[in-house]
């Protein structure tokens, strides 16, 4: 019996003909992590390759390219688009996002309409797609993590704290994302200013901007705060395992790939009080939540002065990654795919 072909399209190999990019964001690491858990399942999945043949088209880019390749799909093969961009990601990410805003809303509700299948990292992805009127079977699949990368390693933290100029006693909070303002850099830095008096207390952003995304202005870095720009994605797991503290005060996901990685390697959270993480994540168990700066200093402060406290926010993000476990993610992946072919 022949496998089921997937054909995922990412659409990065057409924004590196018009662009020079570094950093795949979380879509391109994400991606060919699935694809070899599905592969474990029996399925043959091809990654960026229209061109040949396939039982199955996934789609995890809204480009005008994936557009064109969705229409010329739709009603031959079964089509599945992955909702990793919905509108509200425009604002404070792409350049003139805040005008390009509803344009997006509409472009959206047709490019979405396409699919027999929307996938939703998460219920609010779900919400809010309905919320616009796009009216496609959707279904919700985290997009996972992998748990046997993700994981904290004593090694890995003490090169990586030696490689970066952390002392041993350093108290690390780190985050992880491009450099936009949707990711609150500068509540980040604000923070990290609040607590400069903390001798040991450091603050780490590992990745950089891209073009055509809007820029922050990192004139003014505190003196406690280090900008380690991209690094390839096969060092970011020694990033996680070289900080005390993951800091993520982002405005807008559709789900958040680095703090389910963080958690994955055990790290005490903070996260900004938005609604996507209603229902998944539960200030005092497996997070602290914040909206201000004034909260956040408090809640990384509390993280350092506390170690029970540290200990049981540690023992939540575990539980949190065990129940987005990559493998069991392909699985509910699997059954979509199934369920088109049968």
């Known amino acids: 019996m022949s496998k089921t072909r997937i054909s995922m399209i990412t659409g990065l190999r057409w924004v590196k003909y018009v662009m020079n990019v570094s950093n795949s964001g979380g879509m391109g ?100 797609l309905v919320k616009e009127g796009i009216e496609s079977r959707m279904e919700v699949v985290p997009n996972g993590v992998n748990r046997s990368v993700f994981r904290s390693s004593e090694e890995r933290r003490r090169m990586f704290r030696r490689k970066h100029g952390f002392a041993e006693d350093d108290f690390v909070v780190l985050s992880v994302g491009l450099t936009l303002p949707r990711k609150g850099v500068e509540t980040f830095m604000a923070v990290a200013r609040a607590l400069e008096r903390k001798e040991s207390m450091k603050f780490l952003w590992v990745g950089s901007s891209e073009p055509f995304l809007q820029k922050v202005d990192l004139g003014d870095i505190p003196r406690n705060v280090l900008f380690l720009g991209h690094i ?96 069991e993610c392909a699985v509910e992946l699997a059954r979509v795919y199934d369920g088109l072919v049968s």
Not at 108 to 123: M, R
Not at 236 to 242: C, D, E, M, N
Request: proline fraction near 6%.
């Open 29 to 128: 690491t994400n991606v060919p992590q699935v694809s070899r858990e599905l592969r474990k399942l029996g399925y043959e999945v091809l990654i960026n390759q229209p061109e040949r043949d396939f039982d199955i088209l996934h789609i995890h880019n809204p480009l005008f390219a994936s557009y064109f390749l969705a229409c010329k799909t739709r009603g031959k093969k079964p089509l599945v688009i992955h909702a990793r961009h919905i509108p509200e990601l425009a604002k404070g990410g792409i350049v003139l996002g805040e005008f390009l805003y509803r344009p997006f809303k509409w472009y959206s509700k047709y490019f979405y309409g396409l699919a027999d299948v929307v996938v939703c990292a998460t219920p609010y992805v779900k919400k809010a």
């Open 232 to 327: 390839p994605f096969s060092e970011i797991p020694a990033a996680y395992s070289g900080s005390d503290a993951f800091f993520f005060p982002t405005y807008a996901e559709s789900y958040g790939n680095a703090l389910f990685e963080a958690a994955s390697c055990g790290k005490a959270l903070i996260i900004r009080d938005i609604p996507i993480y209603e229902g998944l994540f539960t200030h005092g168990e497996n997070c602290l939540k914040g909206k201000s700066v004034e909260d956040f200093s408090s809640h990384v402060s509390a993280i350092h002065d506390h170690k029970g406290l540290r200990n049981n926010l540690e023992k939540g993000s575990l539980e949190i990654a065990r129940e987005h476990d990559m493998g």
